[in-house]
């Protein structure tokens, strides 16, 4: 049931594999990268207490001796300190320019573990073993790498492409359905924006997927790959197509801004929201057909996602203040709000032509539902 991406990066390329219990094969699909048989791994405490043995017995039974740091699960970790801690202990573990590191988790070590890789020595070659549903279909592939700043997130890094992930599809069994659910919304996302396909397909098996079907995990997490990767071979730094990827980012940043980056909202649950305001904005732009946002709640509500503003709990801001905190977005350029909108399901654009008293009013009759 092991499938492969190629992302095709001219002098920069590389294979994604998915499947079940790849890290069980880890030694015999990293073997061939390797000068000498040894790989320095940084995972976090959660990940490391549950799965770190399996990945050093697969390790091991191609000869590869492995050391490990266990780093704080959580986002608090992707920081200039624990960056420090890191390239510290790769220089202890005498890590050189041919060796190899692995980051084992989520899209935290996956960030800070490729940046670390990306500066240490000038650059040391790194693999994926993405753990999370949002790094296997996400942050594992396509090379954005780095850390949060006091001024917001993100905003320190560098690209710096994976020699290999491995997206083993039997450790998503371990993640909690609130945090799958939440990688889900980047799955839907990639329907949304180039695959109208996909979309219906997820409506039928999506919750399939999220009962614990393999195969219907690895088709979902292969699709969303396969697209990520067309996009990244076309824009690798993001000078145009890769900003697709950030359909709903515009919307979720406010979001996540004004409910302060906590447990009140996930970062893919977030995404999940913006895409059906993103799809309310274009149906009101009378861009893409009326149905489609009421469709996109009807996918996000069977599968037991948040799917309005009435489902954050707590209070927020008011409309123009949501509309303010998205123009500090990173998304911004030349001051004016880059927004992600579709022609229909499978047809998003990037534009700068959205008029703020549109944008203002759907968030005000999204916030009315509350
Ligand atoms: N997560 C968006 C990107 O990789 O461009």
């Given at each position: 049931?092991i499938?492969?991406?190629?992302?095709?990066?001219?002098?920069?390329?590389y294979?994604?594999?998915?499947?079940p219990d790849?890290?069980?094969?880890a030694?015999?699909?990293?073997?061939?990268?390797l000068s000498?048989p040894?790989?320095?791994?940084?995972?976090?405490e959660?990940?490391?207490?549950?799965?770190?043995?399996?990945?050093?017995?697969?390790?091991?039974a191609?000869?590869?001796?492995?050391?490990?740091l266990?780093?704080a699960?959580?986002?608090?970790?992707?920081?200039?300190?624990?960056?420090?801690?890191?390239?510290?202990?790769?220089?202890?573990?005498?890590?050189e320019?041919?060796?190899?590191?692995?980051a084992?988790?989520?899209?935290?070590?996956?960030?800070?573990?490729?940046?670390?890789?990306a500066?240490?020595?000038?650059?040391?070659?790194?693999?994926?073993l993405?753990?999370?549903?949002?790094?296997?279909?996400?942050?594992?592939?396509?090379?954005?790498t780095?850390?949060n700043?006091?001024?917001?997130?993100?905003?320190?890094g560098a690209f710096?492409?994976?020699?290999?992930?491995?997206a083993?599809?039997?450790l998503l069994?371990?993640?909690?359905?609130?945090?799958?659910?939440?990688?889900?919304?980047?799955?839907?996302?990639?329907?949304?924006?180039?695959?109208?396909?996909?979309?219906?397909?997820?409506?039928?098996?999506?919750?399939?997927m999220?009962a614990?079907?393999?195969?219907?995990?690895?088709?979902?997490?292969r699709r969303s790959?396969?697209?990520?990767a067309?996009?990244v071979v076309?824009?690798e730094?993001?000078?145009?197509?890769?900003a697709l990827l950030?359909?709903?980012?515009?919307?979720?940043?406010?979001?996540e801004?004004?409910?302060?980056?906590s447990s009140?909202?996930?970062?893919?649950?977030?995404?999940?929201?913006?895409?059906?305001?993103?799809?309310?904005?274009?149906?009101?732009?009378?861009?893409?057909p009326?149905?489609?946002?009421?469709r996109i709640?009807?996918h996000?509500?069977?599968?037991?996602?948040?799917?309005?503003?009435?489902?954050?709990?707590?209070?927020?801001?008011?409309?123009?203040?949501?509309?303010?905190?998205?123009?500090?977005?990173?998304?911004?350029?030349?001051?004016?709000?880059?927004f992600?909108?579709?022609?229909g399901?499978g047809?998003?654009?990037v534009?700068r032509?959205?008029?703020?008293d549109?944008v203002l009013?759907?968030?005000?009759?999204?916030?009315?539902?509350?």
């Open positions: 049931m499938e492969t991406v190629h992302v095709g990066l001219p002098g920069r390329a294979d994604v594999h998915i499947g790849l890290i069980k094969q030694g015999a699909h990293i073997a061939p990268l000498q040894r790989v320095a791994v940084i995972t976090d959660t990940v490391g207490a549950l799965h770190l043995e399996t990945l050093e017995a697969g390790l091991e191609e000869g590869i001796s492995c050391t490990s266990s780093l699960a959580g986002e608090s970790t992707k920081s200039w300190s624990q960056l420090q801690v890191c390239v510290d202990w790769l220089l202890e573990q005498r890590v320019r041919r060796d190899v590191v692995i084992f988790g989520g899209g935290v070590i996956g960030d800070l573990v490729g940046f670390a890789a500066i240490l020595r000038r650059g040391v070659r790194f693999v994926q993405p753990t999370s549903l949002l790094a296997q279909v996400d942050s594992s592939v396509g090379g954005k780095g850390i700043a006091r001024h917001g997130k993100n905003l320190i710096h492409q994976p020699s290999l992930v491995l083993d599809t039997a069994n371990t993640m909690p359905d609130r945090d799958f659910l939440a990688g889900y919304g980047e799955v839907v996302k990639y329907g949304l924006l180039g695959d109208a396909a996909f979309f219906g397909w997820l409506e039928t098996n999506a919750p399939l999220a614990g079907d393999m195969a219907a995990r690895v088709a979902a997490v790959v396969e697209m990520k067309d996009i076309r824009d730094t993001e000078q145009g197509d890769r950030n359909l709903g980012h515009t919307f979720c940043h406010a979001l801004t004004a409910t302060g980056y009140r909202l996930l970062h893919g649950e977030g995404v999940a929201i913006g895409c059906a305001l993103a799809f309310e904005l274009s149906s009101r732009m009378s861009l893409c009326q149905e489609d946002p009421s709640r009807a996000l509500h069977a599968m037991g996602m948040k799917t309005d503003l009435a489902d954050i709990e707590g209070d927020l801001p008011d409309a123009e203040a949501l509309l303010d905190l998205m123009g500090q977005d990173k998304k911004v350029i030349d001051g004016k709000l880059h992600i909108l579709a022609r399901i047809e998003a654009f534009t032509d959205v008029p703020s549109v009013s759907v968030l005000r009759d999204a916030l009315a539902l509350r």
